[in-house]
T-cell receptor
Framework: DAGVIQSPRHEVTEMGQEVTLRCKPISGHDYLFWYRQTMMRGLELLIYFNNNVPIDDSGMPEDRFSAKMPNASFSTLKIQPSEPRDSAVYFC????????????FGDGTRLSIL | TQLLEQSPQFLSIQEGENLTVYCNSSSVFSSLQWYRQEPGEGPVLLVTVVTGGEVKKLKRLTFQFGDARKDSSLHITAAQPGDTGLYLCAGDQLDNNDMRFGAGTRLTVKP
């Protein structure tokens, strides 16, 4: 079975540019999570969806960040405008339910904002 | 302040040594999970513990959930270089459905 698929794997862009990260969850999983990982702050939950509906976006750092899930097989995380402090590895994960079920992570997008 | 405190933050040992890493919180969890993350990859689930006092073994890895379901430990026997990685604990709080991750323990096992 295909795991969680994220694209691109690497993104380097200049500050001020719009960045769009993409995620395809595992088929049949009801929950989708977006995380950001840095050495300083570890793995931070940004937002999660249940059945395509955003449930908790309290981890989204600023209005520059937005996430959508137009259907069960696709989600995007957008940063506009991007800033150097947004540089991090962004992970998408999915699970069948949120309680006690394992989260399956993609390999992440390494984002560098110059 | 992290909901889940992991210690130590970094650990470097020689092949063959034993080690224990810890995951502590003041909150009660309905379940707790341990993940291992290797460079360039996402975290991968190792085990889920659900019952207070539960002990689970996965080859040389032993996981224990505290009686009060507030803490957990991971013990590795005879560590090998392949055990190198970032070990993350994640807890599902009793009063909500949000799973939160600790900052992790970065383990290096030298040959």
């Amino acid at each position: 079975d295909a795991g969680v698929i994220q694209s691109p794997r690497h993104e380097v862009t200049e500050m001020g540019q719009e960045v769009t990260l993409r995620c395809k969850p595992i088929s049949g999983h009801d929950y989708l999570f977006w995380y950001r990982q840095t050495m300083m702050r570890g793995l931070e939950l940004l937002i999660y969806f249940n059945n395509n509906v955003p449930i908790d976006d309290s981890g989204m750092p600023e209005d520059r960040f937005s996430a959508k899930m137009p259907n069960a097989s696709f989600s995007t995380l957008k940063i506009q405008p991007s800033e150097p402090r947004d540089s991090a590895v962004y992970f998408c994960a999915s699970s069948r339910t949120s309680e006690g079920q394992p989260q399956h992570f993609g390999d992440g997008t390494r984002l560098s904002i110059l | 302040t992290q909901l889940l405190e992991q210690s130590p933050q970094f650990l470097s040992i020689q092949e063959g040594e034993n080690l224990t890493v810890y995951c502590n919180s003041s909150s009660v969890f309905s379940s707790l999970q341990w993940y291992r993350q290797e460079p360039g990859e996402g975290p991968v689930l190792l085990v889920t513990v659900v019952t207070g006092g539960e002990v689970k073994k996965l080859k040389r890895l032993t996981f224990q959930f505290g009686d009060a379901r507030k803490d957990s430990s991971l013990h590795i026997t005879a560590a090998q270089p392949g055990d190198t990685g970032l070990y993350l604990c994640a807890g599902d709080q009793l009063d909500n459905n949000d799973m939160r991750f600790g900052a992790g323990t970065r383990l290096t096992v030298k040959p």
